[in-house]
């Protein structure tokens, strides 16, 4: 996460966001620490599509259309790269091809 976007906490705080290895866990710690994240931290944490390494994979759940989907899966299959995404909106899963 951005430097930026973790201005207002403590390093305490921070060493605990840099722990998180993934969004939710992330979005369950600052409930527990009872911080409000703005829009800008959610679209961070949330990914506002689904990356992989820097890679746009998709930028919408083909359910639902939310852009709020994160890749939970990357796997090889006939020598090509797979990517298995989740709408964090509407809870879909779906399979992307990788470029």
């Known amino acids: 996460m951005r430097k930026e976007l973790l201005k207002g906490l403590s390093e305490e705080q921070i060493k605990k966001v840099e722990a998180c290895k993934s969004s939710e866990e992330i979005i369950n710690l600052a ?13 961070a944490v949330s990914g506002g599509g689904c990356l992989s390494g820097g ?44 470029k």
């Open 31 to 43: 409930k527990a620490e009872g911080i409000e994240l703005t829009d800008e931290q959610l679209e």
């Open 55 to 98: 890679e746009s994979i998709s930028k919408n759940c083909p359910e639902c259309n939310s852009g709020w989907t994160n890749c939970i899966e990357q796997y090889e299959k006939d020598g090509e790269k797979w990517y298995k995404c989740r709408c964090r909106r509407c809870g879909h899963t779906y399979k992307v091809k990788g």
